[in-house]
């Protein structure tokens, strides 16, 4: 039975079929033929889909909507080849307020066919307008009230990023582990410090996952978490990653939107893992890797559906072994001996499932093993589910929703 406020649930990703749209290329010359003129095959028209897309900031975060706009550019090309155009209009620095619901009325007003709200604030303001709006399709992105509403033409998508942060955790541990092994540090003070945006589900799930990734090579790291209350605030991130550092955090992650997390890392003398982008331009001395969703593969799939007026998954989710969960390049020049081939190893273990990201033997919670599934309660406490979410030894993503629901805070973690 599906519910819309679990915490936690066993988890999956769903695997997409992407089917090829009809094209074809008038040739200069027709050849030869007793058969009327109106016989011969012609290319099939191109069709055009308008889309529009709601961005919390613009492309010069160099981070969270920056990955979007790479996802909108990417899909337009793949789209472009198979027959499709997309008319795009977008909206940059819409608030997460009555704002973000002008934005939709005045997308649905220009003819958007599709209208895609990129931040997690945005739903409750697209769900205002959706009603209204009946032969439009709205989604929202890293959400996930849509799919369990009663409105057929809202759609929720997320792909797996725990499982992109698990391998920078990996890549961040590596580090860690030839810090210690190099006499550079004690084996506890290998600790890990996380800008995090709020104290969401989606981000608690996240930097488990990036800790679980690092302990699994670096068995004594801990972790210490600080909240900037933003999804984008570059002044409160770089004081978060300050005053992590300060504190003897020898390495520095983050879920916040903006490179400044990296270039207080670089500036303090610490090492970085990053989110969304590249970051190693700005901190070439301290930026292992990133990672990051890759939109394009599901911007292709639902836009391809609304072209050819099919139906779509309300709740959509995928992983690293379907694209849509990627690393960027790993910064070798600074990056532990063995990483770039221990990441093989793991991406392939995460590609054909025998790698489980949130496997109950390697944490504990309170000091006991996690058995039990959760749910968030009307009084916003957590209380034992009658679902099994732990299955074969491991509490497994995004399987009865796509967004994130992980949300116990485990031992090795504290949060400030």
Not at 70 to 81: I, V, Y
Not at 238 to 250: P, Q, R, S, T, V
Request: glycine share 10%.
């Amino acid at each position: 039975m599906k519910k819309k406020y679990l915490a936690l649930f066993l988890a999956g990703a769903l695997t997409l079929s992407l089917a090829a749209c009809g094209g074809g290329t008038a040739e200069s010359a027709a050849p030869e033929s007793s058969a009327p003129a109106e016989s011969q095959d012609a290319a099939p028209e191109a069709k055009t889909v308008k889309v529009g897309l709601i961005c919390i900031g613009d492309e010069n975060d160099q981070g969270y909507t920056y990955n979007f706009i790479r996802g909108k550019e990417a899909a337009t090309e793949a789209l472009a080849a198979e027959g499709i155009n997309v008319d795009w209009v977008v909206k940059y620095n819409i608030g997460e307020d009555a704002t973000c619901e002008d934005a939709n009325i005045e997308l649905a007003e220009e003819g958007c066919q599709i209208i895609i709200n990129n931040s997690y604030g945005f739903e409750p303001f697209m769900l205002k307008v959706a009603p209204d709006y009946e032969d439009i399709t709205f989604i929202a992105c890293t959400n996930q009230g849509s799919w369990g509403d009663d409105l057929p033409n809202t759609h929720n998508a997320f792909a797996n990023i725990y499982e992109g942060r698990y391998l920078a955790g990996v890549a961040g541990g590596m580090k860690l582990q030839q810090m210690i092994d190099d006499g550079e540090i004690a084996a506890d003070e290998a600790v890990i410090g996380y800008v995090g945006a709020y104290p969401y589900a989606e981000v608690i799930s996240g930097y488990t996952a990036f800790f679980l990734g690092a302990r699994s090579v670096c068995p004594s790291a801990t972790m210490k978490v600080k909240y900037v209350n933003s999804w984008s605030n570059a002044t409160e991130e770089a004081n978060a990653a300050n005053a992590l550092a300060d504190e003897g955090c020898k390495l520095i992650s983050q879920h916040s939107d903006n490179t400044t997390p990296a270039t207080a890392a670089q500036t303090k003398g610490v090492f970085h893992c990053g989110y969304n982008n590249d970051m190693t331009g700005v901190a070439p001395e301290a930026s292992l890797v990133s990672c990051r969703i890759d939109w394009a593969p599901y911007f292709e799939y639902a836009i391809k559906a609304v072209a050819n007026g099919e139906s779509f998954d309300q709740d959509w989710t995928a992983g690293y072994g379907d694209g849509s969960v990627v690393l960027t390049d790993l910064n070798e020049a600074i990056a532990a001996p063995g990483t770039a081939e221990k990441l093989a190893e793991v991406e392939a273990g995460l590609s054909d499932g025998s790698v489980k990201v949130f496997d109950t033997s390697t944490f504990t919670v309170g000091g006991e093993e996690l058995t039990q599934a959760y749910a968030l309660d009307t009084d916003g406490d957590f209380t034992p589910d009658s679902e099994e979410a732990v299955v074969d030894g491991a509490f497994l993503e995004s399987y009865y929703q796509s967004a994130p629901y992980f949300a116990l805070i485990i031992d090795g973690i504290t949060e400030e």
